[in-house]
């Protein structure tokens, strides 16, 4: 704490307050990794208001330990102000279904367009390490993802909570907790990924609760036989809903047979939140690519 007249030290406003908690919170989210504990102990030291909009934030990742680093923060972006647990409480009190959007960035996350059906019965709580961090060359470099207030583009359902990364808070929730799970294109790093999907099942709601999973960027890293291992590893049921076997070839007959369907299209954006964007480029013609939904047994076989 910075020290007042006469020595003594002085008293933070709450809009210092306020900056210093959203850049913790920005930071540790984007900083925590679940297999190096204990997390990071996030110490901003400086924050400065730069011409752009932004701030420049001066930190260290633990008080007693390694370098200063000044990055680039967006520390008016719209981020919950409660932890999860919190709110997850309050709209379970009201018979909210809960719908989580994992890794969401600018494309997946829920949209007042999307015309889902279920939006007035839904809270959402949508997460992504980029949240708040600035789209710079220095920020890319340690941080490899950036998504300011800025690249939000369309109108979000009222009852939507953000997040910059829930790793840390997966393990502290409740089994049986979430109706919907979405997961885009975030199946990049098999020793983690792993690991966070079994957490997220037990969060998955038993006998209704649906997880849909899209992977059209990386399937050679984490193919659905990978993840038909985690299904069955949980007891847990698959519905494939696409699946490319070989890659299209570019003609226009090809574009024909690997197009996916528009029924298909319509329900993953009404239902699921996920952006047509997806299912329309090139890369849902790459082989291997999938979508499929898991779901959780009413009850275990023992």
């Known amino acids: 704490m910075a020290k007042g007249p006469g020595g003594g030290e002085s008293v933070k406003s709450a809009e210092q307050i306020r900056l210093e908690n959203n850049a913790r919170h920005i930071l540790f989210g984007t900083h925590y990794v679940s297999n190096f504990l204990p997390h990071p102990d996030i110490q901003v030291t400086k924050i400065k208001k730069q011409t752009d909009g932004y701030y420049a934030v001066t930190y260290k990742q633990h008080p007693k330990y390694g370098p200063k680093r000044t990055v680039s923060l967006d520390l008016d972006f719209p981020l919950a102000q409660e932890n999860i647990a919190t709110i997850v409480a309050r709209y379970q009190k009201a018979g909210r279904q809960l719908f989580l959007s994992v890794g969401a960035d600018t494309n997946d996350y829920p949209k007042i367009e999307n015309a889902d059906p279920s939006e007035s019965r839904r809270a959402f709580f949508v997460s992504d390490k980029g949240y708040g961090i600035v789209a710079n060359r220095e920020n890319f470099a340690l941080f490899h993802d950036a998504t300011p207030k800025e690249h939000f583009h369309s109108k979000m359902p009222h009852e939507t909570f953000l997040f910059n990364g829930l790793d840390a808070e997966y393990p502290k929730l409740a089994e049986d907790t979430f109706d919907t799970i979405q997961l885009v294109n975030i199946l990049s790093d098999p020793s983690s990924i792993g690991l966070r999907l079994h957490e997220l099942i037990r969060t998955l709601k038993r006998g209704s609760g649906e997880m849909v999973i899209v992977n059209t960027n990386t399937p050679d ?52 939140h996920i952006s047509p964007q997806q299912f329309t480029d090139n890369s849902s013609r790459e082989a291997g690519c999938y979508a499929a939904i898991i779901r959780k047994p009413a009850k275990t076989n023992e």
């Open 221 to 272: 890293v984490f193919p659905l036989e990978a993840l038909q291992k985690v299904a069955t590893s949980e007891k847990c049921s698959l519905e494939i809903i696409f699946h490319r076997n070989e890659r299209g070839k570019g003609d226009s007959e090809s574009e024909t047979k690997y197009m996916i369907p528009e029924e298909i299209v319509e329900r993953m954006q009404q239902d699921y």
